[in-house]
């Protein structure tokens, strides 16, 4: 016994460790264990997520749609460790640096910048943005999406996939947009976007002034201006699989699945863990 102890000594001298420390290392065995179990429970709900939303998705997002879809709680530093011990790592954006850093501030004058970011008025209907976006799909064929957003609510109000950048595009988004709210919008409602050909034409304008829509527009260069659609555009992105896609068909069936998983399941924290459209009505019922 006496060897023992000087064998357990000159081990722990030799690794660099206490002796008290070996002995609370030995003592935490069973804990250790039990940990292990634990996490190999827990991560099997986490590894279910991930995979059915494409690995497209991080610690908070599963964090919520636990809560939501399961009621499950788990704190998302322990989803986070988890996700990095058994190596779950999501497919999505990496922030740019230098995009963060970006300032334009030259000012352009066809239409005033009435929002000022003051995007989220918590009132859904008041504050719609819109934008274009382009999508590459089969080989090399090209399609452009036009979205509005609600901003209040984060949700896609309505849509439109196009082949051709042609002011058509723009045009058929403002009749979906009347059909989508009933032909009943806000009473202040805005429009924001930037300052794209589409949306300086002069007949879009008169468009947008029939149904009773102020326009707004970002200062010319500065994509801040329009932040959460540009930051929509990012997410559908990252969460959308017409890069495969042989046809437009494919590619609008595409855009339909996920702009529906956005606005009916996708929970976001700034929503209060709510989904768009559980947020919208959640609005309408305060």
């Known amino acids: 016994m006496h060897q023992l102890k000087k064998a357990v000594s000159y081990l722990c001298k030799l690794a660099g460790v206490s002796r008290s420390g070996y002995y609370d290392w030995v003592k935490a065995a069973p804990y250790r264990e039990l940990r292990e179990e634990q996490d190999g429970l827990d991560i099997e709900l986490i590894r279910n997520i991930f995979i059915s939303k494409k690995e497209k998705v991080g610690a908070l997002q599963i964090k919520m749609i636990m809560e939501n879809d399961y009621s499950a709680v788990m704190n998302h530093k322990k989803i986070r460790r988890l996700m ?6 999501a497919k999505i954006r990496r922030a ?3 995009r963060k850093m970006a300032k334009a501030t030259k000012e352009h004058l066809t239409c005033p910048n009435l929002l000022k970011r003051k995007f989220n008025q918590e009132v859904p209907g008041k504050v719609l943005l819109t934008d274009i976006t382009y999508l590459y799909y089969g080989k090399g064929q090209k399609a452009y999406l036009s979205c509005v957003k609600d901003a209040a609510t984060k949700e896609i109000v309505t849509y439109h996939l196009s082949t051709s950048l042609e002011m058509d595009i723009v045009y058929e988004t403002l009749h979906k947009l009347k059909q989508a709210v009933c032909h009943e919008f806000h009473p202040s409602v805005i429009l924001h976007s930037d300052q794209g050909f589409h949306y ?4 879009f304008q008169r468009k947008v002034k029939e149904l009773g829509i102020t326009q707004s527009m970002s200062r010319k260069g500065n994509c801040w201006d329009n932040a959460p659609m540009e930051s929509f555009f990012g997410h559908f992105k990252d969460l959308a699989e017409y890069k495969t896609c042989t046809n437009l068909t494919d590619v609008k069936e595409e855009i339909d ?30």
């Open 84 to 89: 990095t011990k058994y190596n779950l790592l």
């Open 96 to 98: 740019n640096p230098y």
């Open 200 to 203: 300086t034409n002069p007949l």
């Open 257 to 286: 699945r996920v702009i529906e998983e956005y606005n009916e399941h996708r929970y976001q924290r700034g929503l209060k863990k709510m989904a768009p459209v559980q947020y919208r009505d959640h609005l309408l019922a305060i």
